[in-house]
């Protein structure tokens, strides 16, 4: 069993479109993430929502505008993609309340390109 | 600001000792975790401290000094599937839907 899924796992993708990335959890979290992971390997937090609430917002543009239909499933649709949306998309999950070490469980990560 | 400072590079040979050094300066500190990425691949947890000292899980220790701000990874009997990104994060606070703060990784590459 898959505890934190997303789709597509590759998406290729022209300048100007729309594209949307979908992440589910099955262990029960009521915190969720997106996490972008550019070509230097670097992972930076974009969103996080605790219970379908939006917690973080970082300096992320508006094209970018994540949804959390409920606390299991959140979701990431990017409008007019650009050349540097080019990354690797990880969403994440972790348990918000204590006594557990908070850690997060990541997804495969979603490899989007744009050409 | 946040700063979490990792070496970039780093090589060792199969059944050796190595240490991956993590320094950070947080706004607050509630926790530092070590993750472990293979390429193309998603990260996954290997430890975690809150308290200054030495926490020891199979072939991997890692330790903590909140006073320097300071962590390592301590990897022993090297093999080759060690070879990976390690990367250092730290939770700067406790609440709902806070993130982990993550470094920029350090590449190991194990030889035989």
């Known amino acids: 069993d898959t505890a934190v899924s997303q789709t597509p796992k590759y998406l290729v993708t022209q300048m100007g479109n729309d594209k949307s990335?979908?992440?589910e959890q099955n262990l029960g979290h009521d915190t969720m993430y997106w996490y972008k992971q550019d070509s230097k390997k670097f992972l930076k937090i974009m969103f996080s929502y605790n219970n379908k609430e939006l917690i973080i917002n970082e300096t992320v543009p508006n094209r970018?505008?994540?949804?959390?239909?409920d606390k299991a499933h959140l979701n990431l649709h990017i409008n007019s993609l650009e050349l540097g949306d080019s990354a690797v998309y990880f969403c994440a999950s972790s348990q918000?309340?204590?006594?557990?070490t908070g850690e997060l469980?990541?997804?495969e990560g979603s490899r989007l390109t744009v050409l | 600001g946040q700063n979490i400072d990792q070496?970039?590079?780093m090589t060792a040979t199969e059944g050796a000792i190595v240490q991956i050094n993590c320094t950070y300066q947080t706004s607050g500190f509630n926790g530092l975790f070590w993750y472990q990425q293979h390429?193309?691949?998603?990260?996954?947890f290997l430890s975690y401290n809150v308290l200054d000292g030495l926490e020891e899980k199979?072939?991997?220790s890692s330790f903590l000094s909140r006073s320097k701000g300071y962590s390592y990874l301590l990897l022993k009997e090297l093999?080759?599937?060690?070879?990976?990104?390690?990367?250092c994060a730290v939770r700067d606070r406790w609440q709902a839907g806070t993130a982990l703060i993550f470094g920029k990784g350090t590449t190991l590459s194990v030889s035989s």
């Open chain 2, 58 to 60: 199979g072939r991997f």
């Open chain 2, 7 to 9: 070496p970039t590079e």
């Open chain 1, 21 to 23: 990335i979908k992440c």
């Open chain 2, 79 to 87: 093999q080759m599937k060690d070879s990976a990104s390690y990367l």
């Open chain 1, 105 to 107: 469980f990541f997804g």
């Open chain 1, 96 to 100: 918000a309340t204590p006594p557990p």
């Open chain 1, 64 to 69: 970018f505008s994540p949804k959390s239909p």
């Open chain 2, 39 to 44: 390429a193309g691949e998603a990260p996954t």
